[in-house]
């Protein structure tokens, strides 16, 4: 219960990852409230709707969960938006807004959460990143581009605020077993054999769930991480640092 007395906000948290970040949060003990497009999705938590690309909503979103929980210790920025192809495969205007979900609602989050987390004896802001911001990967040049910016801005910004008490992390999971990917397959032609080889290209051999990437966000925003800052944590079964024999190859 180490988050006990303890007030977080979860961006996107109404599903997929956020929503388990928010409910291992609670079991840990901390107070959390939700902020998403889709407030009444969300379960057991309290819940506000937050539209990350406008940075009034954000605002009120931000100061209505401090009046609701007495405060803020603790930010996840997990909102975000997928997007497919090539860099021919989307114009500017697709470019712009994922980049103002992926990026700027973080930006627009945590500017807005600083005048409480400063308050906070144990502040922490956890963004949510991708193996894409760390390997290439075929068909996401416009998603990859948003995440390689989040993983520069949470170094940036652990330099910023360090010094005034706010620590800066994000975790880079591979590919999870979101709704983002469940719509991904649904639309593949062949839904099982995308799925087979969306599995297949990580070591571990299956989509990262959200429970462990909720477990790992929970780690850098817990105050038993108190040292730790500056850190891109990889939730990808082993996609980003090994480099493993073909199974068949194996012996």
């Known amino acids: 219960m180490e988050f006990e007395g303890l007030k977080a906000i979860v961006t996107g948290g109404a599903s997929g990852i956020g929503a388990a970040t928010a409910k291992l949060l609670q079991e840990r003990g901390a107070e959390v409230a939700v902020l998403d497009l889709n407030p009444d999705q969300a379960a057991g938590v309290k819940a506000i709707r937050c539209d990350v690309a406008d940075d009034a909503s954000v605002r009120q979103a931000v100061e209505e969960a401090a009046e609701q929980l007495g405060g803020i210790d603790v930010v996840v920025n997990n909102a975000g938006v997928g997007a497919q192809g090539t860099i021919e495969d989307n114009d500017d205007d697709e470019w712009h807004r994922v980049f103002d979900i992926n990026v700027l609602g973080m930006v627009r989050i945590s500017r807005a959460a600083l005048p409480y987390l400063r308050r906070s004896e144990h502040?922490?802001?956890?963004?949510?990143?991708?193996?894409?911001?760390?390997?290439?990967?075929?068909?996401?040049?416009?998603?990859?581009?948003?995440?390689?910016?989040?993983?520069s801005l949470t170094l940036a910004m652990a330099a910023d605020h360090l010094q005034e008490g706010v620590r800066v992390n994000c975790v880079n999971p591979g590919t999870a077993d979101t709704p983002w990917i469940g719509r991904l397959l649904s639309a593949?032609?062949?839904?099982?054999?995308?799925?087979?080889?969306l599995e297949a290209r990580q070591p571990h051999g299956r989509l990262v769930s959200p429970a462990?990437?909720?477990?790992?966000?929970?780690?850098?925003?817990?105050?038993?991480?108190?040292?730790?800052?500056?850190?891109?944590?990889?939730?990808?079964?082993?996609?980003?640092?090994?480099?493993?024999?073909?199974?068949?190859?194996?012996?």
């Not at 593949?188 to 080889?197: F, G, L, V």
């Not at 991480?225 to 996609?239: E, F, I, K, N, Q």
Request: net charge neutral; hydrophobic share 50%; proline share 6%.
């Open 188 to 197: 593949a032609p062949d839904p099982e054999a995308e799925r087979a080889a």
């Open 123 to 151: 502040a922490a802001i956890v963004n949510t990143c991708s193996i894409a911001a760390t390997a290439g990967l075929p068909q996401r040049a416009l998603y990859s581009a948003t995440k390689g910016a989040v993983l």
């Open 212 to 251: 462990e990437v909720a477990a790992a966000i929970v780690y850098l925003a817990s105050p038993l991480a108190g040292s730790t800052t500056g850190v891109d944590l990889a939730v990808d079964g082993g996609m980003q640092a090994l480099r493993l024999r073909p199974r068949s190859a194996a012996s």
